[in-house]
């Protein structure tokens, strides 16, 4: 076997054994009930096709996939995400969150309609079932409690949401990301990148309780990019902005949009141009 052949098979056998620890022979009545299965980068799609672009993305790196079965046939399936970096855990996780009650299992666990999802350190986790009934989501519980004790600790959440304010924005609708396209995905903004988003950004995304507009918070590594992100924004979605960096919309709503060092702050759909403006200055205030 070739050199490079041999580190990778290594390093695949590496991360099978890491995450092949997280999950129990069984729970309950459920037991395993077919081999696990592992996915490598781009090899996502043969799991879940055009969702794959997500987790990649945020720099997905391997998926373990565990069915369980019980007696009765019914059955659990768990998915457990590597995504390299506690941030890309929590980011993937943001980008589901909000459908259902939170659960104190992980980080910020979430369960709905059979459906329990958290994310713990480096790990994005989803556990189904396929019908709701009390003794298979007690299972599921226990599972991802099980789960969430292996993996062992927590992971840090992303710097750049130190600067949004507790209170002002609704918990479920915040998203952390750095490409456009998960950005297009929430609020579309354009076809093309106009704000120069790439691996080396941080952003994130909120709507906020006085209004239900959009507050999007974009950190660049260095000024120059910042400078040429505002500019190429400007240029493309604000060109006849009566005053620089405010404008109502076709929508009859009000955008707002500055910039601060290596930050770019831009609300959507303010409900009046004064809002706007205000919003703009509570996070320009916290920003270093």
Same mark, same amino acid.
């Given at each position: 076997?070739?050199?490079?052949?041999?580190?990778?098979?290594?390093?695949?056998?590496?991360?099978?054994? *890491?995450?092949?620890?997280?999950?129990?022979?069984?729970?309950? %009545?459920?037991?395993?009930?077919?081999?696990?299965?592992?996915?490598?980068?781009?090899?996502?799609?043969?799991?879940? $096709?055009?969702?794959?672009?997500?987790?990649?993305?945020?720099?997905?790196? $391997?998926?373990?996939? %565990?069915?369980?079965?019980?007696?009765?046939?019914?059955?659990?399936?768990?998915?457990?995400?590597?995504?390299?970096?506690?941030?890309?855990?929590?980011?993937?996780?943001?980008?589901?969150?909000?459908?259902?009650?939170?659960?104190?299992?992980?980080?910020?666990?979430?369960?709905?309609?059979?459906?329990? @999802?958290?994310?713990?350190?480096?790990?994005?986790? @989803?556990?189904?079932?396929?019908?709701?009934?009390?003794?298979?989501?007690?299972?599921?519980?226990?599972?991802?409690?099980?789960?969430?004790?292996?993996?062992?600790?927590?992971?840090?959440?992303?710097?750049?949401?130190?600067?949004?304010?507790?209170?002002?924005?609704?918990?479920?609708?915040?998203?952390?990301?750095?490409?456009?396209?998960?950005?297009?995905?929430?609020?579309?903004?354009?076809?093309?990148?106009?704000?120069?988003?790439?691996?080396? *950004?941080? @952003?994130?995304?909120?709507?906020?309780?006085?209004?239900?507009?959009?507050?999007?918070?974009?950190?660049?590594?260095?000024?120059? %990019?910042?400078?040429?992100?505002?500019?190429?924004?400007?240029?493309?979605?604000?060109?006849?902005?009566?005053?620089?960096?405010?404008?109502?919309?076709?929508?009859?709503?009000?955008?707002? @949009?500055?910039?601060?060092?290596?930050?770019?702050?831009?609300?959507? $759909?303010?409900?009046?141009?004064?809002?706007?403006?205000?919003?703009?200055?509570?996070?320009?205030?916290?920003?270093?």
């Amino acid at each position: 076997m070739a050199p490079l052949l041999i580190l990778l098979s290594f390093m695949t056998a590496m991360t099978d054994t *890491t995450m092949q620890k997280f999950i129990p022979p069984s729970i309950d %009545q459920w037991g395993i009930s077919e081999s696990t299965r592992f996915y490598s980068g781009d090899q996502i799609f043969n799991y879940m $096709d055009g969702a794959g672009e997500v987790y990649l993305a945020y720099k997905f790196k $391997d998926l373990l996939v %565990q069915r369980y079965a019980s007696p009765d046939k019914s059955e659990i399936l768990v998915e457990i995400f590597n995504m390299g970096l506690p941030r890309n855990a929590f980011g993937i996780y943001t980008y589901m969150q909000g459908r259902g009650p939170r659960v104190d299992i992980g980080q910020d666990g979430e369960n709905k309609a059979g459906l329990l @999802c958290f994310w713990r350190e480096k790990y994005f986790v @989803c556990i189904k079932i396929e019908e709701e009934e009390k003794r298979a989501t007690a299972a599921v519980m226990e599972l991802g409690k099980h789960i969430a004790n292996m993996i062992g600790r927590d992971g840090d959440r992303p710097a750049i949401l130190r600067h949004l304010p507790e209170g002002i924005y609704l918990e479920n609708t915040l998203r952390y990301f750095y490409r456009y396209e998960i950005l297009n995905n929430h609020f579309f903004l354009a076809g093309g990148n106009i704000l120069h988003m790439n691996d080396s *950004t941080e @952003c994130t995304l909120v709507r906020l309780k006085q209004d239900k507009s959009y507050l999007l918070l974009v950190q660049y590594p260095n000024i120059e %990019q910042t400078d040429s992100a505002y500019n190429s924004f400007m240029t493309n979605y604000m060109p006849d902005a009566p005053e620089i960096g405010v404008i109502e919309t076709e929508n009859k709503k009000w955008t707002t @949009c500055t910039r601060h060092k290596n930050f770019i702050i831009v609300v959507f $759909d303010a409900a009046t141009k004064s809002q706007g403006i205000i919003s703009l200055d509570t996070i320009k205030r916290r920003l270093p």
